[in-house]
């Protein structure tokens, strides 16, 4: 099992581009790298998965570098509503019976200021 | 579009009685994955479900029992509830296993032991 290590907290403020970098040192080769969002009291909401190199969409890049021992979440030009904690998470290739279970780690709470 | 259902959204209990999650999927999808988070904590994997089938198994209290029904909604069964089983109880949903697929997840049914 391959855990995650980021930041506690992070605080930025409106408008910034923000980067969460993760470390996930024993990482599988089947493994992805998944991103999760929670607001207080309400599920987590995926944001982005990504293998290897760079994704993107329409909320959020994921960079991973090709030994994929860490990956950086980055947020373009956060507003107030990107207050959360995030996770990254590894998110278990074809194991057998642990498919698909998310592990989640201490997250990184970021706080945007006005 | 649709998404995860849970009831009820709270649910208080004294010690030693039982309760009654439930979970209606996303339609489609296929698996379910019950989740616990406690005050200030992570969430924390519980049990799965893929095509009615118990897929994965966490750390669920041997308290707990769970199943998938043909409409592949789910039921979180607990007994004799203690006082540390106060906490959000979270259901997902996915189509399909493997650790490449998205998680849904439900508002949470919180749960308070008095």
């Known amino acids: 099992l391959a855990k995650t290590t980021q930041p506690i907290s992070m605080d930025s403020y409106e408008g910034q581009e923000v980067n969460i970098t993760c470390s996930h040192n024993?990482?599988?080769?089947?493994?992805?790298i998944t991103w999760y969002q929670q607001f207080p009291s309400q599920g987590p909401r995926f944001i982005i998965q990504g293998y290897k190199t760079k994704v993107t969409n329409e909320v959020a890049s994921l960079f991973i570098p090709a030994d994929r021992k860490s990956s950086t979440l980055s947020l373009p030009r956060v507003s107030l509503s990107d207050t959360a904690v995030y996770y990254c998470?590894?998110?278990?290739?074809?194991?057998?019976?642990?498919?698909?279970?998310?592990?989640f780690g201490r997250g990184t709470q970021l706080t945007v200021w006005p | 579009a649709a998404g995860v259902i849970q009831s009820p959204r709270h649910l208080i209990k004294e010690k030693r009685e039982t309760a009654t999650l439930k979970c209606y999927p996303i339609?489609?999808?296929?698996?379910v994955y019950w989740y616990q988070q406690g005050p200030g904590q992570d969430p924390q994997f519980l049990i799965s479900?893929?095509?009615?089938?118990?897929?994965d198994k966490g750390s669920i209290p041997d308290r707990f029992s769970a199943q998938q029904f043909s409409d592949y909604h789910s039921e979180l069964n607990m007994s004799s509830l203690e006082l540390g089983d106060s906490a959000l109880y979270f259901c997902a949903s996915s189509s399909g296993l493997a650790g490449g697929h998205e998680q849904y997840f439900g508002p949470g049914t919180r749960l308070t032991v008095t």
């Open positions: 339609p489609r999808h296929d698996t």
């Open positions: 998470l590894v998110a278990l290739g074809d194991r057998g019976s642990t498919l698909g279970r998310l592990y």
């Open positions: 479900f893929y095509e009615k089938m118990q897929s």
């Open positions: 024993n990482i599988a080769t089947n493994d992805y």
